[in-house]
């Protein structure tokens, strides 16, 4: 991202000239600092960076929404949108800086914002499969280990820190969404950067699309590895084409993302794709303050047979050290002893660092948070409050569904229905997408965090839990284990084989209008062994209850090979001579059907009964 030239020492004539121009002519005057990004230009006119970036082009300039452009560039601009430019004082304009900066970091970090250090970025590698996301962290571990003595000794746990630039970068490394979503879904956001990885010989693929709605939906920003570009039909420019399709345009092409052409094999471009990562999390401005108690999330964790509990954590703020009591999850104890990543042993954790720790009670859960105590009886009141906390919230928290929508919008719980939406075929996606988002008013959005063509996965689940969202499928079917995950996490799938239904539930439920449909649950089924007389010309089925029950108040139905004969509800239903209200699979009864006689050996008896759903 180059700098725009330097600016002049002194104001430009041309810019004092307009102001008393502007005080003439009532044109509203704009104070402009030497330099300043697109994106706060934009802002500090309220209006598009695109139109921005236009009516750069139109004078001949190519910037990016993050390039930074100088006075006289950006005086040229302001006119086209009314505007009068004035340069400010730099005294003012650094009194200015330094106030809102600290105002800024105030409001972010709180009262101990003055001993805020800037920390490593926490990077997760996301991509395609097979495109090179284990080669390429393995690359990048391999070229650049902090500890340089360490250089051989395979990594012990779960993350790993680098050094480029005399900066650190710490890497997750459990590639893939899929990772980087649970911890999402369980309330850890620690990612600060995601490399999207995309071969250069096979291009945009389904789960790099679903890797950038992921990375997306978390706010993260991405910088593109565009990988193997030392295969012979590498075709990086392709895969820049369709990035943008998705949504991604690189910085040569006007956009704001940076993409670099790597070889995870070679080991090339490596040194390129981390000052990329730098660049990036330097513009999110990632800070801790050392100085606190650490807290931090867990990574991994597992019981070792000599060592006890064991769990990687990630620190987040603070630093720990040995002897520190800490509260993790629902469990506590007193650091025994830490790890690098490299295994070996270290007294002091600070912000953004991978550490094992040894010491705690017992193995607590990956997403669990850590607590510095300052003693035993305070660990025991962390944790009495813990668990306090996680009953509330677990009656507090229900996940949305088109059921609850129009009490969670009344309730200020929801204000954006995030959908994920699955179609058979790729040319479903739009229509429905964009009748979808039309469909939002002023109260609440349909915004659709990922759309693709395909079966729901477990993939969709986990992201919609992630995101409060609810899961909308056209034509598609749910996997056994996006199944088995909706039904543990509460996530909402709604099927449609009729567009209009899909638009039509959607709409009433974000009015509070849907109804429940009816649906029929089958109880139990028979086979009919004989028919016999139930007095007054009526008959009755001798039956053996094959599957479920058969219950005294059901609906019926009776088959006759595929045939239904008839629909009714159970007259009668006996065990001997007595009345029965249930039978049980394995028992054999009498069956008396309302208003039919006309049983036959052989029959099938359905039993059912009516419940209100919308699937
Ligand atoms: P993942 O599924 O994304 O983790 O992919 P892997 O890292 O397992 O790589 C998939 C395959 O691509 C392996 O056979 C790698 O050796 C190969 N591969 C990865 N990076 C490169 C590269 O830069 N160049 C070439 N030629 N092959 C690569």
């Known amino acids: 991202m180059a700098k725009a030239s330097k ?29 300043i990004s697109v994106r706060q230009l ?35 601009v302001v006119g086209s949108f009314g505007y009068k430019a004035h340069l400010t004082p730099i005294k003012d304009q650094l009194m200015a800086n330094a106030a809102e900066e600290s105002k800024r970091l105030k409001r972010k970090y709180g009262k101990d914002s003055a001993d805020l250090v800037t920390r490593p970025p926490v990077v997760t590698v996301l991509g395609h499969v097979d495109h090179g996301k284990t080669k390429l962290l393995d690359a990048i571990r391999k070229t650049n280990v902090v500890d340089s003595e360490a250089g051989g000794i395979t990594q012990h746990i779960g993350a790993y820190q680098v050094m480029i630039d005399k900066q650190k970068i710490t890497f997750l490394d459990t590639p893939g969404h899929e990772a980087f979503t649970a911890m999402r879904a369980h309330g850890a956001n620690i990612t600060d950067v995601a490399i999207l990885v995309v071969a250069a010989d096979d291009g945009v693929m389904p789960q790099t699309r679903e890797a950038i709605n992921h990375a997306r ?49 070679e080991k090339k471009g490596i040194k390129e794709l981390l000052e990329s990562v730098l660049l990036v999390s330097e513009m999110e401005e990632l800070k801790a303050n050392p100085n606190l108690p650490a807290a931090g999330i867990v990574i991994e964790a597992e019981m070792d047979k000599s060592k006890g509990p064991l769990a990687t954590v990630l620190i987040q703020s603070g630093t720990l050290k040995e002897e520190d009591m800490v509260v993790v999850g629902t469990t506590s104890g007193r650091i025994r002893a830490m790890f690098n990543d490299t295994g070996k042993r270290i007294k002091k954790a600070e912000p953004s660092m991978p550490v094992e720790i040894l010491g705690l009670d017992a193995v607590p859960n990956v997403g669990d948070t850590l607590t510095t105590a300052s003693d035993e009886r305070h660990a025991q009141a962390i944790l009495a409050r813990r668990r306090a906390e996680q009953e509330k919230e677990a009656l507090k928290k229900q996940a ?146 094959t599957e479920g029950k058969a219950a005294r108040n059901a609906n019926v ?59």
């Open 7 to 35: 600016p002049e020492k002194t104001a430009p004539k041309a810019a004092e000239k307009t102001v008393k121009e502007a005080e003439q002519d009532n044109t509203p005057v704009i104070d402009l600092p030497r330099s």
């Open 42 to 76: 934009a802002e500090m006119m309220d209006i598009d960076a695109i139109s921005i970036i236009k009516q750069l082009m139109r004078n001949g300039i190519m910037a990016n929404i993050n390039q930074v452009i100088d006075y006289e560039t950006a005086a040229s």
């Open 217 to 265: 939906a978390a706010e993260v920003p991405i910088v593109v590895a565009i990988n193997k570009v030392d295969k012979d039909n590498a075709d990086p420019n392709r895969v820049k084409q369709q990035l943008a399709e998705a949504g991604l345009v690189v910085e040569e092409w006007g956009g704001n993302i940076v993409a670099v052409e790597v070889s995870a094999k």
């Open 400 to 545: 949305v569904n088109l059921d609850n929508l129009y009490d969670q919008i009344n309730a200020g719980q929801v204000k954006e229905l995030n959908v994920i939406l699955k179609t058979d075929v790729q040319g479903s996606l739009e229509p429905i997408r964009t009748s979808l988002e039309r469909l939002g008013g002023d109260e609440v959005q349909v915004r659709i965090i990922h759309s693709a063509a395909g079966n729901v996965t477990e993939s969709d689940v986990m992201l919609a839990a992630a995101s409060n969202g609810i899961i909308i499928g056209f034509n598609v079917s749910p996997t056994e284990g996006a199944k088995r995950l909706a039904s543990t996490t509460g996530v909402d799938i709604s099927f449609y084989k009729i567009i209009y239904n899909l638009i039509d539930d959607v709409e009433k439920a974000l009015k509070g209008m849907l109804e429940p449909k009816l649906i029929e649950v089958i109880e139990g089924r028979a086979d009919v062994r004989a028919v016999f007389s139930a007095g007054k010309g009526a008959k009755a089925a001798g039956v053996l209850i």
């Open 557 to 615: 139905r009776v088959l006759r090979g595929k045939e239904i004969v008839v629909e009714s509800t159970v007259g009668s239903l006996k065990r001997f001579k007595d009345d029965a209200k249930e039978v049980q699979t394995g028992y054999e009864c009498g069956v008396g059907v309302k208003d039919f006689n006309d049983f036959k050996a052989g029959d099938v008896l359905e039993f059912y009964k009516i419940e209100k759903s919308r699937k």
